[in-house]
């Protein structure tokens, strides 16, 4: 199992490493949203080993650009979080929302974990975990995803270049449609727009 590790120096030794896993062909998205909604309100030993179990952050691989439209939407996730600043419940979730277009919190957590986390018709997941060194995750992935891990770069054959489109309202901007007709320059237009986005939202919100 590919599981990529990115350092973070910069933020508390707790949230300063973190990994990131890519599935396609999951079969059992259903089950793991599921899973995530019935671990958030469990009791007792059995809630804290469930949620142990499902403590990462899942999103939908179809409406990632690119690994460093992922990687800023961390980044900035690990901010808010060192700053005390965090929006959402955990940094996981911070994550989902981070990578939403809209600014408010709330509903828009909602939102974000519809459009964002994993829903039953998911496919392709990333997995993306932060804590505080560096941990061997394959056996836990495999037990929690029924999926095909894959490499990061496996991802241009997964996104979904029309739905990012449609989120982020970007069929009448300018930039895009002067690249139509040339799909290696209209999707590295989208990326740019998008992890530009991400990377101003802290700012807007």
């Not at 990115?6 to 089950?31: E, G, M």
Request: positive net charge; proline residues 4%; charged residues 20%.
């Amino acid at each position: 199992m590919t599981i990529q590790v990115y350092h973070y120096p910069q933020f508390p030794q707790s949230q300063a490493t973190v990994h990131i896993a890519l599935f396609s062909n999951v079969k059992n998205a259903a089950q793991l949203r599921t899973r995530l909604i019935q671990a958030a309100t469990m009791q007792g030993p059995e809630g804290d080993v469930e949620r142990e179990a499902v403590n990462f952050a899942f999103i939908d691989a179809r409406l990632i650009c690119s690994v460093q439209h992922l990687r800023t939407a961390i980044y900035h996730a690990l901010l808010a979080s060192a700053q005390g600043a965090l929006r959402t419940k955990s940094v996981h979730s911070e994550i989902i929302w981070t990578l939403n277009p809209t600014n408010n919190a709330r509903p828009f957590i909602t939102e974000a974990l519809r459009r964002y986390g994993v829903s039953s018709t998911s496919q392709s997941l990333f997995v993306v975990r932060v804590c505080g060194q560096v941990q061997d995750f394959a056996d836990q992935l495999s037990a929690t995803v029924d999926g095909t891990p894959v490499p990061l770069t496996h991802l241009q054959d997964i996104t979904d270049w029309e739905t990012i489109k449609k989120h982020y309202k970007l069929n009448s901007e300018p930039a895009i449609r002067n690249a139509a007709g040339d799909r290696g320059a209209e999707r590295a237009k989208i990326d740019s727009i998008v992890t530009s986005s991400v990377a101003t939202k802290m700012v807007m919100a």
